[in-house]
């Protein structure tokens, strides 16, 4: 029997793609594509799905708050969260609305198939990437150990400088820049820079001046 999936996000490029990465599989069948959570309320209603695949930001509300009524109601339901910005916040999140799954959006098609197969076998059980380093991040009391030039980056970042300036500012290349941005992303747990400033400002790890405010 094919493993039943609904599809909820609101672009349809997204839709279509996922739709031929489980199709191509052989043993999933897409019954539904939703773009708000109205819609997929509705078709989970309809349709009874084994798995649904929610995308966090939809135009009428949270596909987490979403995957936790859908939890409440169908307590056997797959649910996968996908989300455009992977960081500890959100994955902590899905974790307490009842997720069975998280998927970065920049995860390869193969990622989202392996999730929704876990949330067809095991619905209850969540199964994250970054989970273990995640749990580290939250239960380490001393917080995330930057370099002092990470350290630099990030205050350099918290006053509004994009990567060329960086760059230039520290004598640095635009790619080593990248390369220590996305250390203190996966460091903060972060998965955007507003992210990573108001980790980083919870932590205290951000000089915060006069002038600023």
């Not at 989970?44 to 966090?56: A, E, I, M, N, W």
């Not at 006053?159 to 520290?170: E, F, N, P, T, Y």
Request: no cysteine; charged share 25%; proline share 4%.
């Amino acid at each position: 029997m094919a493993i039943t999936i609904l599809i909820v996000d609101d672009h349809e490029l997204i839709r279509q793609g996922l739709r031929r990465a489980f199709e191509r599989e052989g043993d999933f069948e897409v019954v539904g594509e939703a773009g708000t959570t109205a819609e997929a309320s509705k078709l989970l209603g309809l349709l009874s799905p084994q798995v649904v695949v929610f995308d966090v930001r939809l135009p009428d509300g949270s596909g987490i708050e979403a995957a936790g009524k859908a939890r409440s109601q169908f307590p056997d339901l797959g649910i996968v969260i996908l989300t455009m910005y992977a960081g500890d916040e959100q994955l902590f999140e899905a974790l307490e609305a009842g997720a069975s799954a998280f998927v970065p959006k920049n995860a390869p098609a193969e990622d989202v198939v392996a999730a929704a197969r876990h949330a067809a076998s095991s619905p209850r059980s969540f199964t994250a990437n970054d989970l273990a380093e995640a749990m580290k991040r939250r239960m380490s009391p001393s917080g995330p150990q930057l370099s002092p030039r990470e350290r630099e980056v990030l205050q350099l970042l918290a006053d509004g400088l994009g990567v060329a300036q960086i760059s230039r500012k520290l004598y640095i290349s635009e790619s080593t820049t990248k390369t220590h941005i996305s250390k203190l992303y996966e460091k903060l747990g972060a998965g955007n820079r507003a992210q990573a400033l108001m980790s980083a400002l919870k932590l205290g790890l951000l000089k915060q001046s006069e002038d600023q405010y």
